[in-house]
């Protein structure tokens, strides 16, 4: 069974450029996540998805970051514009079903560097 | 929200050590996973353990939910046992996992 995939595994950008990452879950699973992982800590959930719809966006910085799942596969993650505290590594994860206790299976992770 | 601390921040090791990393929660939660991220930054789930003890290889876990604590055992460690370890619980609503900060393990051959 393939894992989750991630694209690309490395992005270098200017501050104020504007970047996307994608994420393919692992097949039949229905939730999908997103988390940032700033350098020395662990990683904090930035959206939740089940099926196409957000289920949990509370702590993504909507003036700057978006993310959508349109077809319930999918999903990208985008920054515009980027800021220097936005360096970070952006993991993508996934569940069968959001169900209470679930484990979540993680992708690489795409990390990003904003000079 | 909450709050997940884990202990010993850094953790060196000799190969062939035994050692045990704790993770404290503030709050009751639903279950509880157990990563290792390798020096490459993938995150390998290890275990998931709402209650009781597991054990997989060298490697065991043991929450008290009731106590709001978990314990991660590793035996005889290798240095492929380097990374850092995660707990994250799962909250009783939905499936939000709560990361704490991390054990960075070394272990030197």
């Known amino acids: 069974e393939a894992g989750v995939a991630q694209s690309p595994r490395y992005k270098i950008i200017e501050k104020r450029q504007s970047v996307a990452f994608w994420c393919n879950p692992i097949?039949?699973?229905?939730?999908l996540y997103w988390y940032q992982q700033i350098l020395g800590q662990g990683p904090k959930l930035l959206i939740q998805?089940?099926?196409?719809?957000?289920?949990?966006d509370s702590q993504l910085p909507k003036d700057r970051f978006s993310a959508e799942r349109l077809k319930g596969v999918d999903s990208t993650l985008k920054i515009q514009p980027a800021k220097l505290e936005d360096s970070a590594v952006y993991l993508c994860?996934?569940?069968?079903?959001?169900?209470?206790?679930?484990?979540?299976?993680f992708g690489p992770g795409t990390r990003l560097l904003v000079l | 929200g909450i709050q997940v601390e884990q202990s010993p921040p850094d953790l060196i090791l000799q190969e062939g050590a035994n050692s045990t990393l704790r993770c404290n929660f503030s709050?009751?939660?639903?279950?509880l996973q157990w990563f290792h991220q390798n020096p490459w930054g993938q995150l390998i789930n290890l275990f998931y353990i709402p209650s009781g003890t597991k054990q997989n290889g060298r490697l065991s876990a043991t929450t008290v939910a009731t106590e709001r604590y978990s314990l991660l055992y590793i035996s005889s460690s290798q240095t492929t046992d380097s990374g850092v370890y995660f707990c994250a619980p799962l909250r009783a609503a939905g499936n939000k996992l709560t990361f704490g900060g991390g054990t960075r393990v070394l272990v030197k051959p």
């Open positions: 097949s039949g699973h229905a939730t």
């Open positions: 994860a996934s569940s069968p079903g959001g169900l209470t206790g679930e484990t979540q299976y």
């Open positions: 998805f089940q099926n196409n719809g957000v289920v949990d």
């Open positions: 709050d009751s939660v639903n279950n």
